[in-house]
């Protein structure tokens, strides 16, 4: 994918109404330099001819507007003829305004300065003064001069060279009352993102593709030192278009009337501008008023935006043509109509416009002013190559490819910490079963040694009923085990129940039984028997019914009774069960978290559908001026 490109500023001052941040290029072969502005409305580049200056301008006229271009000296020049202009109609600048068309080498850029160059693009050479300055069009829009015969924007020739990424670009007015003087910027394809401030709003464009950035202007909001957000459009919000070709705003006449009381402007019917003074700039200077733009998509509700402009961005200078002398004005115009509410070069000096044709979006932000910061790019896809959806806060573009020290710290920090607590509960765990099985083998092993002291007589565990409470029966019996592991069994008759006694070292058990008493069975003296010692198992252990009928001698049967946990505690013989928080542990160990994938899409989020550019924009031959 190409790279986006960055237009190099003149790092000049331009404009009889400005004064303005200008870009270079170099129209011709041989190559002539020009200063020019940019628009965002028109598809060719406009240059001011040699017919632009005449001796009543003066000596400095040339170089106030731009230098001139002569056609007559380049060898790469295809004349088209004269057309009419046709853009700002609406604000009644072009309607009797004529160019003189053709087609010639384009190079951006001071020479030496490696500017890309094309050949063969439009040029319109201007003589009138209602355009003081030349322009670089930014619109993909064809340029027609009849029903069947049209050539392709500068922007478009780019693409289709594979010169740039996308149809898209990024720019801001540059601010002349800024830290020193900062510059105007300009990137094709792309946009600048050292130079705003993201936001999370994104524009759709208009249907009229020659007014296409429209935008729903919601509110103007006058702050100073004494009062804050004070409402400046009474009837309500607008739309505006959005323009860098015409330096002014253009608003309703309410609205204007609101400012004009807001900054004690007087309105001038003779050039209709808002004249400044000394003595009141110097007022609006100790005033810090400002006026803040409510922006969103619709002229009410939904996401907004908020662009602050401070005074000093309306502090400009208005001079020949417009005035006999140089003098400051207020560029706040009276709107005649709908079609006339612009935001025009003025907003653009605080504001950041990034615009993507091929997805028909755009978006503005507050521009940020930040001394000695560099320059970064970032590319606009072309539709259909995205990789991701672009945020496009302007969206939210990355101040640097690389995470910073700090940020990178923390999250090694953080991996190690998760580590550590991982592997400690790991731990934790594994050595409490370590030590569950130690006790289960300790007990387990109590049982399997017939050697035990005889004498040693410990206190039988009790036996609980099934509510959790002591049996008030004590057992005070004893069974010993003789040396040679002989075992005696007698019976003995307590009403209807029968009972059997065990010696041992680990105290005396008595047992419920249905085994009749030995008056009952009619027998001779029970014989004795050694038994064998043989290992419990693990399970035998734990299920009371096995462990009885292993220390039984031959032919006594207990009573299958099957007592839970909550009936019966055997003492030291008790083999407690793991709980289901100990079991599970081990498997409630945290899975590693996927971070989704970060979103990319551009400042200018929107629809992604492609557009048919009109390929009439009206222009029609006319006689020159």
Known sequence: ???????????????????????????????????????????????????????????????????????????????????????????????????????????????????????????????????????????????????????????????????????????????????????????????????????????????????????????????????????????????????????????????????????????????????????????????????????????????????????????????????????RYFPLRRAANDSQYTLGRTFLQESYLIVDYERQNFSLSQSAFIENTKQNLIPIPPLGNDTSVINRTPQQPPASSKLSGGVLTGIIVAILTLVILVSGSIIFLIRRRKANLAKFKQEETSFEKPELDAQTKPVISELYNPHGEADSREINKNVELDATMEIRTAAEVEGSRGGVEMEGSRGGVELESSVPAAAELGAGPVTRQELPSPEPTAQEMLSPNVRAERFLAPGIVPEQKSLSSSEMRLGQGCIPSPTSAETNALDYLPSASRAPPRSTRLAVPGEEKRHTFSLWSGRKKRGRD
């Open 1 to 327: 994918m190409a790279k986006p490109i960055s237009v190099e500023p003149s790092q000049g001052w331009d404009g009889n109404d400005g004064p303005w941040s200008t870009f270079v290029v170099r129209v011709g072969n041989p190559s002539q330099t020009l200063r020019v502005l940019a628009s965002t409305t028109i598809p060719e580049t406009w240059v001011v001819m040699v017919d632009g200056c005449t001796p009543q301008d003066g000596p400095k006229c040339a170089n106030n507007r731009g230098n001139l271009f002569n056609k007559t000296i380049s060898t790469t020049w295809e004349d088209h003829g004269i057309f009419e202009l046709g853009d700002e109609r609406n604000l009644n600048f072009t309607e009797f305004d004529n160019g003189d068309y053709g087609n010639d080498t384009l190079a951006l850029g001071y020479t030496g300065s490696g500017g890309l160059s094309l050949n063969r693009q439009v040029v319109a050479g201007i003589a009138t003064k209602r355009f003081y300055l030349g322009y670089l069009g930014l619109t993909p829009r064809p340029v027609n001069f009849s029903e069947t015969e049209s050539s392709s924007s500068y922007l478009s020739n780019l693409k289709a060279q594979s010169k740039i990424p996308s149809l898209s670009f990024g720019y801001s007015a540059g601010a002349y009352y800024r830290l020193k003087k900062v510059d105007a910027t300009l990137t094709l394809g792309g946009y600048d993102a050292s130079r705003f401030t993201p936001n999370n709003v994104s524009l759709g464009f208009a249907t009229d593709v020659s007014r296409d950035l429209v935008v729903g202007l919601q509110s103007i909001r006058f702050s100073d030192s004494i009062s804050t957000n004070k409402e400046l459009m009474p009837d309500g919000g607008i739309l505006a278009f959005v323009d860098s070709t015409d330096p002014h705003i253009w608003l309703p006449l309410t609205a204007c009337r609101a400012i004009e009381s807001a900054f004690n402007l007087v309105y001038d019917q003779k050039t209709d501008l808002y004249l400044v003074n000394d003595s009141l700039h110097a007022k609006l200077l100790a005033q810090n008023a400002s006026l803040t733009f409510i922006i969103g998509n619709k002229i009410k509700d939904g996401e907004t935006i908020s662009i602050t402009l401070p005074y000093l961005s309306f502090d400009l200078e208005a001079s020949y043509e417009y005035l006999n002398q140089t003098t």
